[in-house]
């Protein structure tokens, strides 16, 4: 019995540890910070100019047409998002999980970059 306040504090700190590396990832997330900053295109967002070489390098390494078996990390094989055609069809999808922080796996969009992927989704998704 009396190892029990022991682990009791243990598990307190390995709890409290766990909820500031959360609230490091969360609290942009609810305080509206997260994927906001404002976006400013004159001739508004296009899949060419501006959120191509993002998925490029945030989601195609994983989620591309011409990768496949391991060299797609898990990425389910009809979601992809290295050329326009995939890019759009998965385009909200996607981003609802880049809002999230939930997609890329390993390290969230820049804040910026999920802003102009948001912005490219609310504008219709223009090539
Ligand atoms: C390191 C590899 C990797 C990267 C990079 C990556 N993904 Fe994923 N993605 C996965 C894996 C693995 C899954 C399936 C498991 C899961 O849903 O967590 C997945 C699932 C998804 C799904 C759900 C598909 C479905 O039908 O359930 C979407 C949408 C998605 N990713 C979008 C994105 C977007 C957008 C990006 C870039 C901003 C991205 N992913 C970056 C590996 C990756």
Redesign the pocket.
Known sequence: MRGIPVIGALLLGLAAAALAGCGTKWDAIQDGSYCSDPVAFDGGVTYTAHVKP??DT??A???ATTRAGAD?????S??N?DTYAEASA?GE??????RRQ?????AA?ASADCSV?GAWVDQGMPQ
């Open positions: 993002i998925l945030a989601c390494t994983c989620h797609r990390h898990g990425a389910p009809g979601v998002y998965n999808s996607g981003l609802n999980l880049v939930s997609m890329p796996p390993d969009l992927f």
